[in-house]
């Protein structure tokens, strides 16, 4: 019951879909309309599982008084503050001037931004330990980053300004590289991820894969 | 003092919370972490409620039920079971009774399986596969045959430059000429500059340089991937001129990274500098 069921439930719906692509007319094509609403709702209440989730372990770390309690009691504030705001706004909580929005622009996205931006500076400490010309591949990588890098900031201007104008030698390697190189590697690992999600796809319809199922 | 000035000290602040870790973990970046992470739960509660619950759900069964209660039957009923399904999925909370939430789990799962096999097998498979095989040459009605000639000399010849070059390199370690790494990387130079020469001069010529490359990297990135037979002899030569292309695949995903990142920041260093500090224009 507990698994049996699960597993009926996804055969059905993965089936479902199959056959929409290859019948896409009435009912099936409905079907799918239908089905792909229920995703979205579904999805929507798992992302609000993971958000009461987090405010369900916050209220325990303060009424614990656990280790650093004060910082889950931030997190319930601005949680209780963001969510509130947005559902009292009504359907158009994310209009210019709403409080929502005011939020949004002051807190969120500065917070957001400067969070990522943080990662320039992980990101250099990295390409010094993976850019290091080891051997021939790592070679491979730390000129390919440093010729698209520069094909795509002033370095032709700096460099080769004594040049013609129309010239632009980094920037044509950068697009050789962007163009055809990198082309070449990206649909190769395309087309591999394809064939692998084809083969777990199919494991799951037919039943063979069901850790997502857990273990109890 | 108005909304905008108090929205701009809130967003310096939290800015250099955030940026003081890079000094060491202290209690005002956790803070604005903290509400980093509180705001952004309560951000997609939100938007979820609105955009999904209320636009896809309450619209559509509401009405139906009521007209229900009127004696017709409205298909749109049937998002009755999406709504049941919802509420099974947060029942994870409840630990005694969390199993029930693998039955919306598994919608998902057999749902999102049958899309995503039909959709990469469709774009991700079979028509980068169909981008790759296209044909060498393809002369224009309007272009003679001595000046046909000329442009296949000429590009078969940076061709043979090209695969002279990724042969010393690749078949090099295996002979008696034991080349040193900056001979290796000279020729790999030397070939990547034929590439560049050779893309351009077909661009506007009838062979498909571009196109015969791209098919090369394709197959060795392919053969690379498959592991079920030893990357010995051949086969280990093209699967060893994948991992190159594969390389500078990376290699450029990661300057593209470097150069994204970059930016954010240069944004709020910009936005410290001038929309706060005011001490540049």
Known sequence: MRREIPLIITATVGIAYIIQYFIPHTPFDKVEALFSDWLSIIAACAIWLGALNLLKLSFINVSKRKKDWFFSLVIIMSWLTMAMVGISEGPGFQEPGTKFDWLYNNVYTPLSATMFAMLAFYVASASYRAFRARNFQATLLLVAAFLVLSGRVLFDEIVFGFLPADWKILSTISDFIMQVLNTAGQRAILIGIALGTVSTSLRIILGIERSYLGSD | ?281
């Open chain 2, 1 to 281: 003092m108005g909304s905008d000035l108090i929205g701009v000290w809130i967003a310096a602040f939290l800015t250099l919370g955030i940026m003081s870790f890079l000094y060491k973990d202290n209690p005002w970046y956790k803070f604005s972490e903290a509400i980093f992470v509180g705001l952004s739960a309560g951000y997609w509660f939100a938007s979820l409620f609105w955009q999904s619950l209320h636009a896809k759900f309450w619209a559509n069964w509401s009405p139906a039920v009521q007209s229900l209660f009127q004696g017709q039957f409205d298909y749109n009923l049937l998002y009755t079971g999406a709504g049941i399904l919802g509420l099974m999925m947060l029942l994870r909370l409840i630990p005694p009774i969390g199993w029930i939430s693998r039955w919306p789990l598994s919608v998902v799962v057999g749902g999102t399986a049958g899309l995503y096999l039909i959709n990469y097998l469709v774009s991700n498979a079979v028509r980068q596969i169909g981008s790759t095989i296209q044909p060498v040459v393809t002369f224009p009605e309007s272009i003679g045959w001595i000046n046909s000639g000329g442009v296949i000399i000429g590009n078969v010849l940076v061709f043979a430059v090209l695969i002279v070059s990724l042969g010393f390199i690749l078949f090099g370690r295996n002979t008696t000429i034991d080349l040193p790494t900056p001979t290796k990387l000279f020729f790999f130079l030397i070939a990547l500059v034929a590439c560049a020469l050779g893309t351009f001069y077909s661009l506007s010529m009838p062979l498909n340089l571009t196109g015969l490359i791209i098919f090369m990297g394709v197959f060795c990135g392919l053969i690379y991937f498959f592991f079920s037979k030893e990357h010995t002899g051949f086969f280990g030569g093209a699967a060893t001129v994948g991992t190159w292309f594969l390389m500078v695949t990376f290699g450029a995903s990661f300057g593209y990274t470097v150069m994204s990142r970059m930016s954010l920041l240069i944004g709020r260093i910009d936005f410290l500098l001038v929309e706060w500090l005011k001490v540049v224009n």
